[in-house]
């Protein structure tokens, strides 16, 4: 069966190196991602999927199925860029992997005895598409799901004892009074000094924070013209934290930097939420053993992780309801960070679709390795049968 699924991934290895090439030289952002979506797809159809586009009433996610088995195996796809940066996540090496995996899988499904779905999930970096489906409904009945992140080199192949953090995006608005800034500026309420406070006093709060805690921000509005006092500052800022109650109280100290500011400036202050939350990362166990197993036979590095991995992904939403794996793909001579420049140039290497094609093979092995082994298979079409498992909301 191995060796099947490998030949499979050679087998479509030219179009779907193709495909990744395509969607890093033509980089989308979040709900935006119109050619990558329609290059994916019709790779699909042509191996024999059966395609549902605009799944969840969102115009770039699709659902493509091959099979009809009592398992409903889910590989995930996300190819959305960053905003003046490019594919620096490598998102086109996570659509390359999912799809030859995919592709190689269609042709074994009902002799494994799974439904395979190939479901297109927009907007990652920003957004929350898996989010947005999941409500929906587009991962009803999936009883495990699994996808690929590339990261600099040097990281372990082993999942096992990784995570991501949660993460919360929200928009602070600070509303002051315009005046002459040279003429009356004691008759204006400075809402760019608000903004100003704010920042101040988080950077200063990040010294009594845990290390495993973030929080970024950035001033998207101050102003307009130096004459004028500001009467409107906007900051957009994120808080990130491994589990949700270390969130909501890190949180709840940021919103009184921001409150503590509209005091001292005379502002008022609004917050509002930007984005989905999305939650922490939980990688199954055994199907983090399946996907170790397989990086051995390349002889990748599978020694256990150090500790709890940094960022975030809406993958971890899934995770928190479907058996889920989210392996890391290391990339060979990648030190750089990911999200920068350099990254974005390292994604569309040589060395990166080599790695690809591996994480390809290991993901379809991993799916057949569940897939029939009669405990594995037990426990997920389990999993499958209790999902949806809890109410949501918006």
Request: hydrophobic share 45%; proline share 5%.
């Amino acid at each position: 069966m191995h060796a099947e699924l490998a030949a499979g991934i050679d087998h479509w290895r030219e179009k779907v190196q193709a495909l990744a090439v395509d969607i890093h030289a033509h980089p989308e952002l979040s709900f935006e991602e119109v050619r990558a979506s329609a290059g994916i797809t019709s790779l699909l159809r042509e191996g024999g999927f059966s395609v549902e586009t605009g799944t969840s009433g969102l115009a770039t996610a699709f659902s493509a199925t091959a099979g009809s088995g009592d398992l409903t195996v889910a590989l995930c796809i996300e190819y959305d860029a960053l905003p003046g940066i490019g594919h620096a996540c490598g998102h086109n090496l996570i659509a390359g992997a999912s799809v030859a995996a995919a592709l190689a899988l269609a042709p074994l499904a009902d002799k494994l005895g799974i439904t395979l779905k190939a479901i297109g999930t927009p907007a990652e970096e920003h957004g929350g598409g898996k989010v947005l489906m999941l409500e929906d409904g587009a991962f009803d009945g999936v009883g495990l799901a699994m996808m690929v992140h590339p990261v600099q080199d040097g990281v372990t192949y082993n999942p096992a004892g990784t995570s991501a953090q949660a993460v919360g995006r929200y928009r602070a608005t600070f509303t002051g009074k315009a005046a002459h800034a040279a003429a009356a500026p004691h008759l204006g309420v400075n809402a760019a000094d608000a903004a100003v406070i704010s920042q101040v006093a988080i950077g200063l709060l990040r010294q009594q924070i845990p290390g495993d805690q973030r929080v970024g921000l950035y001033i998207a509005e101050a102003g307009k013209v130096t004459n004028i006092i500001p009467e409107r500052a906007v900051v957009e800022f994120e808080c990130r934290a491994f589990t949700l109650p270390a969130y909501e109280a890190l949180l709840v100290r940021v919103r009184r930097c921001f409150e503590g500011a509209a005091l001292a400036t005379g502002t008022e202050l609004a917050v509002e939420s930007t984005e989905p939350l999305y939650e922490p990362l939980l990688q199954d166990d055994e199907l983090a053993a399946n996907w170790t197993a397989a990086m051995d036979v390349f002889g990748k590095d599978t020694t256990p992780a150090a500790g709890m991995g940094g960022g975030s992904t809406d993958m971890g939403n899934i995770s928190q309801i479907i058996p889920s794996l989210h392996p890391w793909l290391s990339i060979p001579g990648a030190d750089v960070p990911i999200h920068s420049h350099d990254f974005a140039a390292l994604a569309n290497t040589p060395e990166a679709y080599a790695v690809m094609f591996e994480a390809a093979t290991a993901l379809a092995w991993t799916t057949a390795d569940a897939a029939i082994n009669p405990d594995q298979r037990s426990r997920f079409i389990a999993a499958g049968h209790a999902n949806p498992s809890k109410e949501f909301t918006s």
